[in-house]
Nanobody
């Protein structure tokens, strides 16, 4: 099974920066899409940014120009650099791995699952 471990959350003042990291267990997986979602109290979880294994990215409008998603495919690690943070960015940030492939008995990559989630990391931006 794929396990995702996030780190890097914390408390920061408005205008500050944080960098989140998320590592998938082991390098034996290939992950097509990795992303970050967030959930504020009383709100639904929303997409923040996603990145494909080829480096294509997509961001929700509210973070464009402030957040940057990147990844290290060899380490199955995704990062989220967050700059110019505002209180509206506060919430629990979750890492997601979608379209995951693992080696089978023959050493060939095959699909093993979709939509894996980390445990979440809290980001709090004070005004």
């Amino acid at each position: 099974q794929v396990q995702l471990v996030e780190s890097g959350g914390g408390l920061v003042q408005a205008g500050g920066s944080l960098r989140l990291s998320c590592s998938a267990s082991g390098s034996r997986f290939r992950i097509n899409v990795m992303g970050w979602y967030r959930q504020a109290p009383g709100k639904q979880r929303e997409l923040v940014a996603v990145i494909s294994s080829g480096g294509s990215t997509n961001y929700t409008d509210s973070v464009k120009g402030r957040f940057t998603i990147s990844r290290d495919n060899a380490k199955n690690t995704v990062y989220l650099q967050m700059n110019s943070l505002t209180p509206e960015d506060s919430g629990v940030y979750y890492c997601n791995a979608d379209q995951v492939y693992g080696r089978n008995y023959y050493g060939i990559y095959e699909a093993i699952g979709t939509d894996y989630w980390g445990q979440g990391t809290q980001v709090t931006v004070s005004s």
